[in-house]
């Protein structure tokens, strides 16, 4: 099937998407404005639709895939941390997931919440807004508040920079560092 059909399954991704090497985004997947897509992440929206929030990120070797059935919505400003899989969930504006967590089909994260790192959120699991969540299976600790509820925006900005850093040519990869030699051979003292 030819990308131009009309049943063809494409991603739509704003042109100020920045997605690293390495990535794989394939189907009915939609990247909102200024979001990112970091190295080895996959992106699978083939049994139904996937959409990314503007300015969130999508960490190294994370998997997000909806399931037959079970769509997947990220919002607004949300981090989702290295290696985590996100499978046919809603989740809010403003929430940071941690390394490695998992979030199930069906389940919806309210905004301004925090999964912590390793933490196991089951099938149709529905947490409020604000809320801290850890553990195997994922449960409630305390509702949010103060500076806690800045979390996601921390990550987020950080990632907003590095995207910057990374287009600029200011952090280059080895693949970069022969060609570079070639064309400046000497850069801050080093040949």
Not at 89 to 105: L, P, Q
Request: avoid cysteine; proline fraction near 3%.
């Amino acid at each position: 099937m030819h990308p131009n059909d009309s049943k063809a399954l494409v991603p739509r991704i704003h042109p100020s998407v920045f997605i690293a090497e390495g990535a794989r985004i394939y189907g009915d997947v939609e990247i909102k404005k200024g979001a990112s897509v970091w190295f080895n992440a996959v992106i699978r929206g083939d049994e139904g639709s996937v959409t990314i929030g503007e300015n969130t990120n999508i960490q190294d070797n994370v998997v997000v895939h909806s399931d037959a059935g079970a769509i997947v919505v990220i919002g607004d400003s949300v981090t989702v941390g290295h290696s985590a899989v996100v499978r046919g969930a809603r989740i809010g504006d403003h929430v940071s997931i941690g390394m490695n967590a998992t979030i199930m089909s069906y389940a919806e994260l309210g905004d301004y919440s925090v999964v912590g790192a390793n933490t196991f959120v089951g099938y149709h699991k529905k947490f409020p807004e604000k809320s801290l969540i850890t553990g195997v299976p994922g449960k409630l600790i305390r509702q949010l508040e103060g500076d806690m509820l800045n979390t996601s925006q921390i990550a987020v900005d950080i990632y907003m920079d590095l995207v910057k850093q990374y287009t600029s040519g200011r952090i280059l990869g080895h693949d970069a560092i022969g060609k570079f030699h070639l064309e400046r051979p000497y850069r801050n003292g080093i040949k």
